[in-house]
């Protein structure tokens, strides 16, 4: 990963407002590990795609996994990507329409995604992902069978050339505006789990475990 005050590479350095900028490992993972969704831009077939997907992060690499007949799947395997996550954290009020802002945490990743195909190794991200859903999960599970596990695909990136951005505070308005008659401050944002929905058909009624990140407020 990269080194705490520096860019590992030119395309990842920060250019705009680079104090936001972050490129320690600690920070990178952790940003990771709170994102559900990535958008993994690539060039295919003389254009530029887009794709969302899961995502889930094992020591220095980011992973997703799909369907093997995945156009993009396939072609993440033969050229360069990039990788972007993005967290909101709050909506930032100023008492001006130019300084308001938002309050966020996000990455951006380049390379080349590599195909797990050990299947021991294949078969622990796997598990590392659905337990990441549901904590213990996985153990609860029908075994995935031989077809089932050779018609997904498993990609992972290095998180080597990667570089973070994160925004917190409040607004930064201009001192002449500071006895602007308007309220000022920060609406905090957060994603949040419901209450579980039960198939009526479930063998087991006590709902599964979440991860702490989605644990329902307690008001």
């Not at 308001?100 to 050990?118: C, D, K, P």
């Amino acid at each position: 990963m990269a080194t705490p005050n520096a860019a590992p590479s030119e395309r990842t350095r920060v250019r705009r407002l680079p104090e936001r900028a972050r490129y320690d490992a600690e920070t990178l993972a952790a940003i990771v590990d709170a994102a559900w969704i990535a958008h993994v831009a690539f060039p295919l077939d003389g254009g530029v795609h887009s794709i969302p997907t899961a995502v889930w992060r094992e020591g220095d690499h980011l992973y997703i996994h799909g369907a093997k007949a995945s156009r993009m799947l396939k072609a993440l395997t033969e050229t360069e990507c990039c990788v972007s996550l993005a967290l909101l954290d709050g909506l930032v009020l100023a008492r001006s329409a130019f300084h308001h802002s938002m309050n966020f945490r996000s990455v951006v990743v380049y390379g080349r995604f590599e195909l797990v195909t050990e299947p021991a190794h294949k078969a622990a991200a796997l598990a590392a992902f659905t337990d990441r859903v549901s904590p213990g999960r996985w153990a609860t599970l029908r075994p995935m069978t031989d077809k089932e596990m050779g018609a997904t695909t498993v990609l992972r990136l290095s998180l080597a050339e990667a570089s973070a951005k994160v925004r917190t505070g409040g607004p930064k308005d201009d001192d002449e505006d500071l006895a602007w008659p308007t309220w000022a401050g920060v609406l905090p944002l957060s994603l949040q789990a419901g209450a579980p929905q039960a198939e009526p058909d479930s063998a087991v009624a006590l709902p599964p475990p979440l991860p702490t990140s989605l644990a329902p407020s307690a008001g």
